[in-house]
Each structure stands twice: as structure tokens, then as C-alpha cells.
């Protein structure tokens, strides 16, 4: 395509980048952040059960409880039993705290009655909220002002329904036992008449009814929240309900923000180093990038924790990666003028990054539908910085090249990198004996797997539960904070939690290490304890279950893609080194005796991400040197591939690690764990790649030949930006 056919897109590309910055712009000077627990604190709520119950109906009733925090648009929650019949919730960023707890308490036991008599005479119960399989809370202007719940029935309901409303309609209109009497916590919130078009012992017909009661807009959201979020097991009332500070310390916080910015500085500075005139292109796109990825947090009301803030800084440093692949995309394109090399570059990276976003996307979706929680929370971020990647690179960091780059001396992209020219000298035999390789490969999941038996995992207190110590004391939560840890407790939770009042949330802890903590308080002030309680996991088994059949359907979700887009050997490959980058991560953490915590599991969940864009890029440049030497032996093809995107390993690799490296050295404690992870992760995924991933596509393809020697890119038509077909 000529420059002239070209002009008209590209501007469209300008105007794309301009009304996305401009939003961004306008959104990071109009909106505040929602800060979470550990940056700013918020309301704190104890809930107490009026009955005796067991830890089943405990369980369900977190749950339930979960489910409407998450209905309020509340993020990163803390919810934990405490004690026998008590549940303590903590609530980040509310903008009305008092409506809030007063939904969360209510027990919304729904049920539908017929009416026997004047004066609402009820009748036995002949549907209960089980029954409802949906509510919404809506208006219809047409039909005159104010709101209504609309209900959906699931399909045995609907029968009872029927039944219900066939009864009633035996009786003349007006007649009070033509009503169904709708029934929330003991009252009567509406009893409509049934229709005068139903029929004796016919019924409504239909899985859909109103819900009226001259219900202004909050109410009926409120009644169609309870609703769908179901009924509490049992009966609770609210018993405290106060505000609490922040679980980190100015100090972890100044720490955390130091070291993100040290890393980002010396990672600009690396692209620069490595890419002259078109690194400072790509810090410039990825600062872009960081503007509208938190815009984009800002616009969708997420909660900003210290963990997420420190995977969002990580999510900067990975940006690089797509950003690297064109680049060495470029650099391979050199023969040809630097203008048409750029353009060649971006279609030759087309591929790769579509396919290892899609599979990142898909994840992500997956997390956000099916888990809750933290987890879910996750999907939400990594969806965003996603997206946000694919803008930066493929639209905006164009636009700039296209305009910019003109000067092959100072590009820094016509000419080969140390990287490259040591690869140049590399024979693409080495993977000749996959067996050797997944011999090594093996070695390393059996040494991880003993640690996981012997040296046995060390859950936080998010899994495990612990132990609530409450004192009075002059000390302020900083200062318990600092004596804490140096009493040798330096993952315990402290937050102030009322005029001189200092809560202290750690693991499982016996009399002796009481009595340290409160030696250690009393010597920064005088401490008086005024409470002691027992607290359940905050993730409950319900969480869990649910974050792990989302995670199982990911992987199964990524497989299909990726059988699609390669064939079902490479799809095979990718998820065998992904299971063995997790194991090996887990296997590490309990040989150093490190806590696996809910922090410890956006990471775990992170390096799945970031395992799987590895091996698409490795597999995406198999498939297409398959295409233009169709007779190599299948095992030259992989080597080959994993020499030529070596480069861009190496250079994202040594990106990332500057982050994480900061994270690691100068973070706070639970974040230098999160770098910690994460950089194991990094090494891993990148060995897996080569160690794994390559040889158990290369065995699958001896033993099973045929899709892998027919790539399905020959022919196939990818439409790029510029409207040109590769």
C-alpha cells in the first residue's frame, strides 16, 4: 500500500490516540482513587449470629455475605469468622458506610404466600427465594413513574408459581384472597392482585413477575441485590461497627513507591541503552500506557491496594514485551529501508501478540465470571492492562514510530544486538534430544514436589485463620507495627481500630507468642489487651473451590485456543510447561519456608499469564518457519524459533527484572514475596519454554505426525492496521 492510500488510516490512528489520552487525561484530574484496606483503612463491621450454627452454615453465610459486598461494588473486601458465632467484615472506600451494613445485615429470607382472609391472612409459604434465579431492579416510563424488582423464576419454580397464582385467580377481582402476598424477613413488602386475565387453576403463565411497592431507585436496588445474593442460613444482627486504618505503614508505603520507581527508571533506561532513539519511543508509549491503564482503573471504580498497585507496576514492565517483539521484528527486517522495515516488523509481530493476549484475555474473563473474591478482582486488572498493551503497541507506539523514526544511524534497530549476534553463531540442533531436556525438567518438578511433601506448604492467615489481639495503648499503630516485627512477627496485620485502640491480626500464635507481642507493644507504651478472638480464613473453602474450577476452565479455555490457532500438540506443550512453572514455584516457596498468602496467589496467578505468552511466541515463529521450510526436521524448527526470539526474551526478561529486582530488594515484606514469586515465575516460564514446552512438542509430533507439519498460517489472511494482509 502506498504512503497516499496509507495517509487516512494512520490519521485515524492519531485521532484513536488523541481522544483515548485525552479521556485518560480528564479521568486522572477528575476522579479519585478508591484506596483499599492496606493503603487507607475503612469501615470495620462484626456481625453476630443470633443461633447456634455450625461451621457448614457459617461458611454459607460468608458466602452469602461476600456476594452482596461484591453486589455493592465493594473490591478487595476482608471477611473472616471470629470466635463461635461472630463475622468480621471490613469494608474499603464506601461512599454511604451506613446504607451499606444495613444491606449486608439483613437476612432476606423471601417467600410467597396465598392470602386466606382480610386484613393479609397468610397462608403456608408455596415458593421460597430458592425458587428465584435472577432479580433486576427496573423502571418503565410508560407505565407511569417509579421502580419495581423484576424476578425470574428457575424452571421448577415456575410450576409452584403457576400453582400459587391458579389458586388466587378462582377468586373475583378485589377479593383479598385473589392476592399473592410477597414476603421479605417476616413482611409483607407487596401483594399484588393476580392478573385478571388468568384463569382458575391455570395460573400466570410464565417465569417472570414484578415485584411493586412504590420502591424509589435505591430501595429497589437494595431488594434486588438481597435477592439475588440469596438468604443468610441464619439470623445476624450488627454488634460493632467502627473505622480502622491502614494494615501498611507509611513507612512499607514510601518503601514500595520507591522501589517501583527505581525499577521503571533503570528499565527506561535499558530500552534506551538497547534501542537508541526507538527505546525512548517505547518509554514514551509505555508511559502512555501506565496513564491509560490507571485511567481506566479510576473510570471503572476499581480498589487500589498496595499488591494490585505493585502488579499494575509489573504490568508496565511486561508491557515491554510486545513493545520488544516489534522491535526485533524490525531488526531482522534491516536489508530492507528503515520505513518499510517498520511496517514489516509490526505484521511480523501481529500474530504473536494477538494470540498471546487472546489467551491472556481469555483467562482473565474466566477469573472475572466464575471466581469472586481476590481472584476475581485479578481478572478485572488484567483484563485492563491487557487491552491497555495492545492500544499502546500496536496503535499508539506506531503512530509515534511512523512520525518519529526516520533516521537509521540513531533507530537503534538496524543493527544487530549482542543478543542476536551470539544467536547468529547458534546451531538450531539443540533440541535434537527432547528426551535429555525433560529428564532436567523432571529433576526440577521432583525436587519441587518434595518440598511441597516434606517441607509442606505455609499458608497465610487469609487460608488458615488466626488469631485477633486487640490493646489499648498509647503507641500509635506505626510504632506496634515497627515493635511487631521485631519481635519476630513481621507478616502480622496491625491497624488502629479506635481512639488508642490497636488491632493486632496474625497467624495461629500459643500463649508464649501473646505474651511477646504484648512485651513487645508495652514497651513502646503502656498496652492493655481488651480482646482475644479466633478468626477463620478470609478465603473461604467456597472461594477456593471457585477460584480453582475458574483457573482449571482457563487453562482448558487456552488449550482449545491455542489447538485452533496451532494444533493440539503445541496447546499440549504450552499447559505442560505452565503446570510445571506453578509447581516449581510452589515447591520453592515451601523448601524457603515462604508464606503463601493471598498476595502470593495474584502472583502464582500472574506467571501463569506471562508462562503462556512466552511459549505463543516461541510457537507462534514454529508455525510460521514451518510454512517456509515445510522439510525441516520438526526439532531443527523449534530450535530454530527459539533462537530467533531469544533476543526478545532476554531483552524483556532484563526489563521486567529491574522491577522486580527493586520489589525484591527495597519492598515492603508481603510485596518483597510478590517480587520474589514473580521473578521466580520469570525464570522459570523462560526456562519451561526451551526445557519443556519445545521437547513435548517435538515427542508429540514423532509419536502423533500430521497437524504440526501443516501449520495453518499457510494461506491464512491476518487484516493489519494499515490494511495490508500478511
Known amino acids: 500500500m502506498s504512503r497516499a492510500q496509507a495517509r487516512p488510516r494512520m490519521t485515524g490512528r492519531v485521532i484513536t490516540c488523541l481522544v483515548v489520552l485525552a479521556a485518560a487525561v480528564y479521568l486522572l484530574l477528575t476522579t479519585a482513587p478508591r484506596l483499599g484496606l492496606d493503603l487507607r483503612g475503612g469501615t470495620q463491621v462484626v456481625l453476630e449470629t443470633k443461633a447456634e450454627v455450625d461451621d457448614e452454615a457459617t461458611e454459607r453465610t460468608l458466602e452469602v455475605l461476600r456476594r452482596r ?42 417467600a410467597f404466600h396465598s392470602v386466606t382472609g382480610p ?89 417472570r413477575i414484578r415485584i411493586t411497592g412504590q420502591f424509589n431507585q435505591a430501595e429497589a436496588k437494595d431488594l434486588a441485590l438481597l435477592i439475588n445474593a440469596g438468604a443468610l442460613p441464619v439470623p445476624v444482627e450488627i454488634v460493632e461497627q467502627r473505622t480502622v486504618g491502614p494494615t501498611l505503614g507509611v513507612a512499607a508505603i514510601e518503601d514500595s513507591v520507591r522501589a517501583a520507581v527505581i525499577g521503571l527508571a533503570l528499565t527506561a533506561a535499558f530500552l534506551m541503552i538497547v534501542y537508541w532513539f526507538a527505546g525512548f519511543i517505547a518509554v514514551l508509549a509505555l508511559l502512555c500506557y501506565a496513564l491509560v491503564s490507571y485511567a481506566a482503573l479510576l473510570a471503572i471504580g476499581a480498589t487500589l491496594t498496595l499488591p494490585g498497585l505493585a502488579g499494575f507496576v509489573l504490568a508496565i514492565g511486561m508491557a515491554v514485551d510486545a513493545t520488544v517483539l516489534v522491535f526485533e521484528r ?36 474466566l477469573l472475572f465470571l ?75 518438578v521432583l525436587i519441587a514436589l518434595a518440598g511441597m511433601i516434606f517441607a509442606g506448604p505455609k499458608l497465610g492467615v487469609e487460608f488458615t485463620g488466626g488469631r ?29 481500630s479506635g481512639n488508642n485502640t490497636v488491632s493486632v491480626r496474625t497467624e495461629p500464635i500459643d500463649q508464649a507468642a501473646m505474651e511477646r507481642i504484648r512485651d513487645a507493644i508495652s514497651a513502646k507504651g503502656q498496652a492493655t489487651q481488651i480482646r482475644d478472638e479466633q478468626i477463620g480464613p478470609s478465603l473461604g473453602a467456597e472461594l477456593r473451590i471457585k477460584a480453582l474450577i475458574a ?70 515463529r514454529v508455525r510460521e518457519l514451518r510454512g517456509k521450510r515445510p522439510k525441516d526436521p520438526f526439532a531443527r524448527t523449534v530450535g530454530s524459533a527459539v533462537l530467533q526470539t531469544l533476543p526478545r526474551t532476554v531483552n524483556t526478561g532484563i526489563g521486567v527484572l529491574f522491577v522486580l529486582g527493586a520489589l525484591l530488594i527495597l519492598g515492603d515484606g508481603s510485596i518483597a514475596d510478590f517480587a520474589l514469586a514473580l521473578l521466580l515465575g520469570l525464570l522459570a516460564g523462560t526456562v519451561s519454554t526451551v526445557a519443556t514446552a519445545g521437547p513435548v512438542a517435538i515427542l508429540l509430533d514423532r509419536r502423533c505426525p500430521g497437524a504440526a507439519r501443516a501449520p495453518k498460517r499457510t494461506g491464512q489472511r491476518v487484516r493489519t492496521g494499515s490494511g495490508a494482509v500478511v
Open 119 to 207: 386484613a393479609e391472612q397468610l397462608g403456608p409459604v408455596a415458593l421460597t427465594g430458592e425458587g428465584v434465579e435472577d432479580a433486576r431492579h427496573e423502571t418503565n416510563p410508560q407505565e407511569g413513574p417509579g421502580w419495581f424488582v423484576s424476578i425470574g423464576f428457575a424452571s421448577d419454580a415456575t410450576t409452584k408459581w403457576e400453582q400459587l397464582t391458579g389458586q388466587a385467580a378462582c377468586f373475583p377481582a378485589g377479593d383479598p384472597r385473589r392476592q399473592v402476598a410477597i414476603v421479605l424477613d417476616g413482611k409483607v413488602i407487596s401483594a399484588p392482585q393476580v392478573d385478571v386475565r388468568a384463569q382458575c387453576n391455570v395460573g400466570m403463565i410464565g417465569d
Open 330 to 365: 524490525v531488526r531482522e527486517e534491516r536489508d530492507s529501508p528503515l520505513p518499510k522495515a517498520i511496517e514489516k516488523g509490526f505484521k511480523g509481530a501481529l500474530s504473536a501478540i494477538v494470540d498471546s493476549n487472546v489467551t491472556t484475555l481469555i483467562a482473565a474473563g
Open 69 to 110: 459486598v461484591d453486589a455493592l461494588g465493594v473490591a478487595e473486601p476482608m471477611l473472616a469468622r471470629s470466635g463461635d458465632n461472630r463475622i468480621i467484615i471490613e469494608l474499603p472506600g464506601l461512599q454511604d458506610p451506613k446504607q451499606a451494613v444495613e444491606t449486608i445485615g439483613k437476612t432476606a429470607q423471601l
Open 551 to 620: 483457573l482449571g476452565l482457563a487453562v482448558a479455555a487456552q488449550l482449545t485456543y491455542l489447538a485452533i490457532r496451532f494444533d493440539w500438540r503445541l496447546g499440549v506443550a504450552v499447559v505442560a510447561a505452565l503446570a510445571q512453572d506453578v509447581v516449581i514455584i510452589l515447591g520453592i516457596f515451601a523448601w524457603l519456608g515462604k508464606t503463601m498468602d493471598g498476595v502470593f496467589l495474584a502472583a502464582l496467578l500472574t506467571v501463569i499469564g506471562y508462562s503462556v505468552n512466552d511459549s505463543v511466541v516461541v510457537f507462534d
Open 468 to 496: 485477633v489481639l486487640e490493646y489499648s495503648t498509647s503507641a500509635d499503630a506505626n510504632q506496634v507495627r515497627e515493635a511487631v516485627a521485631e519481635a519476630g512477627f513481621p507478616r502480622t496485620i496491625v491497624q488502629s
Open 370 to 444: 466464575l471466581a469472586s473474591g481476590p481472584v476475581q478482582g485479578f481478572g478485572v486488572t488484567l483484563t485492563i492492562g491487557v487491552l491497555a498493551a495492545m492500544f499502546t503497541t500496536l496503535v499508539l507506539t506506531r503512530v509515534l514510530m511512523h512520525f518519529s523514526v526516520s533516521s537509521p544511524k540513531i533507530s537503534g534497530l538496524t543493527r544487530d544486538g549482542r543478543v542476536r549476534q551470539w544467536v547468529n553463531r547458534g546451531s538450531p540442533n539443540f533440541l535434537s534430544t527432547p528426551r535429555t531436556w525433560l529428564v532436567a525438567a523432571a529433576a526440577a
